[in-house]
């Protein structure tokens, strides 16, 4: 009798405890505590459904405010228990951290980030009912306020197995006026039903006769599918599980066309959305197996990070696990490091045997994630350039600039030069009140070969955008324009061709306004100079030529100029820069358009086609240069 009374006095202190402090355990005692009172006593029966027992789990709420939960399970034992002197079902619902968790070992895990249990919902119910089918009876035990109202009675014959358990949450815990949502509830239930296959799951709302069942056999993969339901997959839900020792890990993984990662983590049927050990283990392999799978193949000359290959991706991983240790700030986060490897093996092996057998889709896949990345480097860059706004802005103008006294830029040209000695004779030559002249060094970066961070950090590419004022990408400022006219003057043979070509792409790429608002030209410096007594003519192509030699009659002096630098200042200022004799032929978008492919198979990564489209165009690209 002693003994018994001192365990009974434990008991009651505990569950007062919980009493006292209702948010220590349930969190809370808003709607989101009184929501958890429903999933602590779900999880039992789920626990049961683990073991291999239970199949069907119901929930209804009824119109009083009362929920029942019930499941086909074993029922819980109701026989005294030698020690305590009271059944194992009493314990289960008056002893603070017992419950269906404190025989570990018949369970392949244990559930329950909490892990309180039945005793605290009971110590937070006005009153709790539990019926119990077990050994061909119906038992029975009534609680109030955690207390017992009699011992476990037999109330009738049963031909099944299962337990039943209704509760009223206390009025004198939870804040007034409120009620279970059955949307709540029913996602909650929905969610356990997916990452527990096969189990049925049925809603019942009395108030308003709202009813859901859920049953997933596919379990993980139809919560994939689910979530994608809206959405354009790849490939069909790639699935991959594996059990070891007291672990289950489950892996089912699915891409879209769309841009986001849906990154779902549970352990134990808890969302784990701090991560942890667990999807740190799949990131790290699932990175690992489409690098090597798009170097393999050579699909990628980029390495794929981890956020590249999620982009577009809806997974769930599931790991059950005997002893789960979570940490963090909301116990949201997987310690056990066990788990990583457990993971990354499983899904590195697997996924890359699927990417091997399926070859189709893992193209498809890679290629996205190949996308990925380079969006994510441009991406990287134009926030760079942001910061190197400044830089751009043309709040400094170039040195090598020789700027225009004109300050009305409708009036304004620039002559963008080829090389220093041309540009020495274009500053020269120029009328200096509305041209300005930038001559560049060498030949410009191919800017369809390079990466944003290499063309922002070109030196000829920013003197061009300071001296234009405009900026670049989504800095770029039309009305900032210092020039009406951007005129490129390059040499007439086939380095010049090349270096307009370069301009062009780098104007078309970055600076596309531009073309479209007519101010790109190209300068047309003569090919020849035909000198017959006091006559002098400049002629600017071969045809040209011929036609004006027959006309000049014979022995006319033909000089051809190789380079705009072979041309004194005033030469050039009257063959190729006077507005008054000078032709200048306007880039056009049409041109652009049409460049745009040819710009991309010419200055390409793809030495293929750029290669056939060379030896196609070969003659019109040295009638061209001519
Ligand atoms: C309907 C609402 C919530 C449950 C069971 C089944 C067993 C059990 C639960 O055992 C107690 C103490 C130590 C073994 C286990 C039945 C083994 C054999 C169970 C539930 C028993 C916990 N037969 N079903 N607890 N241990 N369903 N649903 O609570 O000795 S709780």
Redesign the pocket.
């Known amino acids: 009798m002693e003994t018994y009374g001192a365990e009974k006095i434990q008991i009651l202190e505990g569950l007062e405890a919980v009493r006292k402090r209702p948010g220590m355990y349930i969190g809370g005692t808003g709607i989101d505590g009184l929501h958890h009172l429903v999933y602590e006593?779900?999880d039992?029966?789920i626990?049961?459904a683990l073991?291999g027992?239970?199949k069907n789990?119901g929930v209804t709420i009824h119109k009083d405010g009362r929920v029942t939960?019930?499941?086909d399970?074993?029922?819980?034992?109701v026989e005294v228990h030698p020690k305590y002197k009271k059944s194992?079902m009493e314990?289960?619902f008056t002893q603070l951290h017992a419950?269906?968790k404190?025989?570990q070992s018949?369970y392949k895990v244990s559930g329950g980030l909490h892990g309180v249990g039945?005793s605290v919902v009971n110590a937070l119910s006005e009153e709790m009912e539990v019926w119990v089918k077990?050994d061909g009876k119906v038992h029975y035990q009534k609680f109030l306020r955690g207390k017992p109202t009699e011992d476990v009675k037999v109330v009738g014959d049963a031909d099944a197995t299962?337990?039943?358990?209704t509760f009223l949450a206390d009025k004198q815990i939870f804040e007034n006026n409120i009620g279970y949502s059955f949307d709540t509830l029913s996602a909650r239930l929905r969610e356990l039903a997916f990452l527990n296959k096969g189990i049925k799951i049925i809603i019942d709302d009395e108030r308003d006769g709202k009813k859901h069942v859920f049953q997933y056999d596919g379990g993980i993969v139809q919560f994939v599918e689910y979530m994608n339901k809206n959405k354009t997959p790849f490939h069909p839900v790639i699935y991959f599980e594996k059990e070891k020792e007291d672990a289950v890990v489950e892996i089912a993984m699915q891409y879209n066309d769309g841009y986001n990662e849906n990154v779902f983590s549970f352990v134990n049927n808890i969302n784990t959305r701090e991560g942890g050990t667990h999807l740190t283990g799949f990131k790290t392999a699932l990175t690992r197996a489409f690098n090597d799978y798009a170097d393999k193949h050579k699909l990628s000359d980029e390495h794929l990070s981890g956020d590249d290959v999620l982009e577009g991706i809806t997974v769930v991983v599931s790991v059950k696990l005997k002893n789960p240790q979570f940490e963090g700030q909301t116990k949201g986060k997987l310690g056990n490091s066990e788990v990583k490897g457990l993971v990354d093996s499983v899904v590195f092996e697997r996924l890359k045997s699927y990417l091997e057998e399926n070859p189709k889709e893992a193209r498809a896949v890679v290629e996205k994630t190949v996308q990925a990345a380079k969006a994510r480097e441009a991406a990287r860059k134009a926030r760079e350039l942001t910061r190197r706004k400044g830089l751009l802005e043309g709040s400094a103008l170039p040195g090598k600039l020789a700027d225009c006294s004109e300050s009305d830029p409708k009036k304004c040209e620039i002559f963008i030069v080829e090389g220093d000695s041309a540009g020495g004779s274009a500053k020269q030559g120029r009328n200096r009140e509305f041209q300005a002249v930038l001559p560049l060094r060498g030949k410009i970066l191919n800017v369809e070969k390079a990466r944003l961070s290499k063309i922002f950090a070109n030196k000829e590419v920013i003197t061009m955008v300071q001296a234009l004022g405009t900026g670049i990408a989504q800095e770029f400022d039309e009305k900032k324009l210092r020039y009406d006219k951007i005129v490129f003057m390059t040499d007439a043979d086939v380095d010049g061709s090349h270096i307009r070509t370069l301009l062009l792409t780098f104007f078309y790429r970055y600076l596309p306004k531009l073309i479209e608002q007519k101010h790109i030209y190209i300068a047309q410096p003569p090919l020849y100079k035909l000198k017959k007594g006091k006559t002098e003519l400049y002629v600017y192509s071969d045809a040209e030529k011929d036609l004006r030699v027959k006309e000049m009659g014979d022995s006319v002096d033909i000089q051809r100029y190789k380079g705009l630098g072979e041309m004194n200042p005033d030469q050039l200022w009257e063959t190729t820069m006077d507005p008054d004799k000078r032709v200048l032929v306007l880039i056009t978008l049409e041109d652009a358009v049409q460049a745009d492919k040819i710009f991309t198979i010419l200055m390409g990564e793809e030495v293929g086609p750029r290669k056939s489209f060379i030896m196609k165009h070969a003659k019109e690209v040295q009638n061209l240069d001519v």
């Open positions: 006593i779900v039992n029966s626990d049961e073991a027992f239970a789990i939960v019930i499941d399970g074993r029922g819980i034992p194992a314990i289960v419950g269906g404190f025989d018949t039945a077990r299962g337990t039943k358990v």
